[in-house]
């Protein structure tokens, strides 16, 4: 290994760089059903050492509302915007365990993703949501190459 690739090692170690992952995901899914996922990888210049691949699965309840001072008190007052988030579903879905991925190679894996079949299903609201999305991360030291999260809409079991 040159100089170089110890540079491009080290960039990639801080910028999740060394590989691009994008998948391809169904808009929609029904709790408790596969749902299926392909994930492309390409590496770039150096080799990729893995710890893992895996599909993230995250469910997101947010609420957007005002609360009135002194309402308990029977005084309304003046409001104040409340904003919480709260994570109410996360699961990695294993696509393959530890790996070296070779320079310049592009790769393509399968997962089924099940959601539980008790999943909150995709909710949204004037004040508050529940929303559902999925990403594809290779597990590297550093900053993981990861594909951008993208939103399933989740409907209740049969």
């Not at 393959?96 to 070779?102: K, R, V, Y």
Request: hydrophobic share 40%; aromatic share 8%.
């Amino acid at each position: 290994m040159g100089i170089m690739d110890n540079l491009k090692s080290i960039a990639n170690y801080f910028t999740g760089g060394g590989a691009e992952i994008s998948m391809e995901v169904p808009r929609a899914a029904r709790a408790g059903e596969p749902l299926p996922v392909v994930v492309h990888a390409t590496i770039g210049d150096v080799s990729v050492r893995a710890s893992r691949i895996f599909v993230a699965v995250r469910a997101v309840e947010t609420i957007d509302a005002h609360y009135t001072h002194g309402i308990l008190e029977n005084r309304p007052g003046s409001k104040s915007p409340v904003h919480v988030t709260t994570t109410m579903y996360s699961h990695d879905f294993p696509v393959l365990g530890a790996i070296e991925l070779p320079a310049g190679s592009t790769h393509t894996w399968y997962v089924d993703v099940v959601l539980p079949p008790d999943a909150v299903p995709t909710y949204l609201g004037k004040h508050a949501r529940h929303e559902w999305m999925v990403s594809a991360v290779i597990d590297v030291a550093g900053t993981d190459p990861q594909s951008q999260w993208t939103p399933i809409f989740v409907r209740p079991a049969c």
